[in-house]
């Protein structure tokens, strides 16, 4: 079978570094992607990695390992505004995106 | 540009009643996809479309079906509502490449009685 494990909640404080961790089995991978959806919103694009290693996009960095099936998005100076769910997503071999459950980031002044 | 629209924004239907679901896109995409979010849990693939005219199966199809007779347009069919039909339903679209990113409209809220 396909599935994406996540923690369900992370807590952290305003102006921190959180990691957020995903590991993976599917049939096929492309890619592993992670996206933000913030309450009654839609889901938003953050990254996107096809081969091992870190990409950094801001305040927000994403690492794979395919060898480990695993990757995780950290995010730096957390911000209020950074209080949401995160997703990651492998794309499998038919090019559809397989959803891990989310991680709910609380974050605390 | 306008993304990705869905309508309605909110529905309640009785079971056995039928709705369309319309997804619209600007962006001149050949994917588009529907999902369903149910509270806790991440998107799973009802139908997808790799190009007009074209549809596929994707993880939960049963009591769904989709046409895209336009390229911009993707509709999502309930022929007989059940009350596990509830949930929030989300369109995006794509194009090949460019990471895969997907553009997601604002979701259809829908509640079967």
């Known amino acids: 079978g396909q599935s994406l494990e996540q923690p369900s909640e992370v807590t952290a404080v305003e102006g921190a570094i959180v990691q957020i961790n995903c590991t993976y089995q599917t049939s096929g991978f492309y890619g592993l992607s992670w996206y933000q959806q913030h309450d009654g919103g839609a889901p938003t694009f953050l990254s996107y990695n096809a081969l091992d290693g870190l990409e950094e996009t801001g305040r927000f960095s994403s690492f794979l390992s395919r060898s480990d099936s695993y990757g995780y998005l950290l995010l730096q100076e957390l911000q209020m505004k950074d209080s949401a769910s995160y997703f990651c997503?492998?794309?499998?071999?038919?090019?559809?995106?397989?959803w891990g459950a989310g991680t709910k980031l609380i974050i605390k002044p | 540009n306008a993304g990705v629209t869905q309508t309605p924004k909110f529905r309640v239907l009785k079971t056995g009643q039928s709705m369309t679901l319309l997804c619209a896109q600007d962006?001149?995409?050949?994917?588009m996809y529907w999902y369903r979010q149910d509270p806790g849990m991440g998107l799973r693939l009802i139908h997808y479309?790799?190009?007009?005219?074209?549809?596929a199966k994707g993880e939960v199809p049963d009591g769904y079906n989709v046409s895209r007779l336009k390229k911009q347009n993707f509709l999502l069919g309930l022929e007989s509502a059940a009350p596990s039909q509830t949930s929030v339903y989300f369109c995006?679209?794509?194009?090949?490449?460019?990471?895969?990113?997907?553009?997601f409209g604002p979701g259809t809220r829908l509640t079967v009685t």
């Open positions: 962006m001149n995409h050949e994917y």
């Open positions: 479309s790799v190009g007009e005219g074209t549809t």
């Open positions: 997503a492998v794309l499998d071999s038919n090019y559809q995106l397989i």
């Open positions: 995006a679209s794509s194009s090949p490449g460019r990471n895969y990113e997907q553009y």
